[in-house]
């Protein structure tokens, strides 16, 4: 997959739902719209206009030469490819955390931004939303960081889905302390029960330690 797949655009923002393009209009923040077959930009807000000093127009007329210009390429492809894939694949509302690295032009370094991307296969578009990590006073140690944590969850997403909603919430309660006989009084099941789902868990996770298992947990507690 490379930026060449992008396209100029055929959709006009009035064929996306009034909903839709309304939040995208009238987000505080920096975000976007795009179809998700060939990634095309159907509607951008005046914040994310500004900052590049662009018209949506003129950004969908760029293609693949604005994301060259100021994406890097390599982060911007690796999220395209785990955003669609992932979206595609389950044929649902699925909502992704990345980073993005951007400049507001060739001469200034990269910029640092948390995103999180909404798919919606219904309409056959994701939306993305963008923060600086610099306003949360992030380096770029804590934004690797953060970045080693959303890789870890797009390479295991699979396994995480594959748990059912009773071992989801066993999980969570093992990510936050509990112990055995705390998650076996606090959903009335017994402690035999409960071992068989420990079980299950652990072997959908791959995990092969309790440290593994809690480290497996806690991530996708915190970043999913």
């Not at 923060?131 to 396994?159: R, W, Y």
Request: net charge positive; aromatic share 10%; charged share 20%.
């Amino acid at each position: 997959m490379t930026e060449n797949h992008l396209k100029y655009p055929r959709q006009q923002p009035g064929n996306l739902p009034c909903r839709v393009a309304d939040v995208v209009q009238n987000i505080s923040g920096f975000m976007h719209c795009n179809t998700l077959d060939d990634f095309r930009l159907i509607c951008a807000n005046k914040n994310f206009e500004a900052y590049f000093g662009l018209t949506t127009q003129k950004i969908a007329e760029m293609g693949s030469l604005f994301i060259r210009r100021y994406y890097h390429r390599q982060t911007w492809i690796s999220s395209l490819r785990h955003i669609l894939t992932m979206g595609l694949d389950h044929r649902e509302q699925k909502v992704f955390g990345h980073i993005q690295k951007i400049r507001k032009s060739p001469a200034q370094p990269y910029r640092f931004f948390i995103c999180t991307t909404r798919v919606l296969p219904q309409w056959n578009c994701y939306v993305t939303d963008y923060v600086p990590g610099d306003l949360f006073g992030l380096k770029s140690e804590g934004i690797g960081a953060i970045n080693n944590c959303m890789d870890f969850i797009h390479t295991n997403q699979n396994k995480f889905s594959s748990l059912t909603p009773r071992e989801k919430e066993i999980a969570h309660l093992i990510g936050m302390g509990k112990t055995r006989s705390e998650i076996s009084n606090m959903l009335f099941i017994s402690k035999h029960t409960l071992d068989n789902h420990r079980k299950h868990i652990r072997q959908k996770t791959g995990a092969q330690t309790t440290a593994e298992l809690l480290h497996f947990i806690q991530i996708f507690d915190a970043f999913n």
